[in-house]
T-cell receptor
Framework: GAGVSQSPSNKVTEKGKDVELRCDPI?????LYWYRQRLGQGLEFLIY????????KSGLPSDRFSAERTGESVSTLTIQRTQQEDSAVYLC????????????FGPGTRLTVL | RKEVEQDPGPFNVPEGATVAFNCTYS??????FFWYRQDCRKEPKLLMS???SGNEDGRFTAQLNRASQYISLLIRDSKLSDSATYLC?????????????FGKGTRLSVIA
């Protein structure tokens, strides 16, 4: 079966432009997470979706960041007016529930802001 | 205090050595625990879950100490292929909490 997929795999953009990153979780997984990982750094939590509950947005670093999820399927992470400090790998993970289950990660989107 | 803390390393060990990593967590509501492995420029992948009674998978042993709020990972007979960053992951219970918290990882380099 297919794992978590993300697109694009690489994105180079100019400072000030908007970008949209996509995550396709494993079918049937109710929980979906977005993380950011800067070069040589740990994973930084951004946002979490669980079923139809309100998302946990506590990790979004600024109002330039937003994310949506359609039901229990695709999620998009949007970064408006990108800045150079937004350069990182954006990782999406999904799991069959939020508690005690393995989280499967996608390969990530490497974002470079020039 | 950070929610999940790990020694960042790097741990440089020769092939065949035994190496151990510890991870401490601050939230006593933590319910489940994992070790993930992340290779350079790759996504994290589950290495093993950590059970209260401790568990072993081949050369890898994980243990949980709830009283002291730490988990450990022991790697015996290290292989070159074990070189990676090992992430401690804690699942925290309770509404309003982010349920999945990652440590920043411990880097291991196994040297021939």
């Amino acid at each position: 079966g297919a794992g978590v997929s993300q697109s694009p795999s690489n994105k180079v953009t100019e400072k000030g432009k908007d970008v949209e990153l996509r995550c396709d979780p494993i079918s049937g997984h109710t929980a979906l997470y977005w993380y950011r990982q800067r070069l040589g750094q740990g994973l930084e939590f951004l946002i979490y979706f669980q079923g139809n509950s309100a998302p946990d947005k506590s990790g979004l670093p600024s109002d330039r960041f937003s994310a949506e999820r359609t039901g229990e399927s695709v999620s998009t992470l949007t970064i408006q007016r990108t800045q150079q400090e937004d350069s990182a790998v954006y990782l999406c993970a999904s799991s069959s529930s939020s508690w005690g289950r393995e989280k499967f990660f996608g390969p990530g989107t490497r974002l470079t802001v020039l | 205090r950070k929610e999940v803390e790990q020694d960042p390393g790097p741990f440089n060990v020769p092939e065949g050595a035994t190496v151990a990593f510890n991870c401490t967590y601050s939230n006593s509501a933590s319910q489940s625990f994992f070790w993930y492995r992340q290779d350079c420029r790759k996504e994290p992948k589950l290495l093993m879950s950590v059970y209260s009674s401790g568990n072993e998978d081949g050369r890898f042993t994980a243990q949980l100490n709830r009283a002291s709020q730490y988990i450990s990972l022991l790697i015996r007979d290290s292989k070159l292929s074990d070189s990676a960053t090992y992430l401690c992951v804690v699942n925290i219970a309770g509404s309003g909490n982010t349920p999945l918290v990652f440590g920043k990882g411990t880097r291991l380099s196994v040297i021939a």
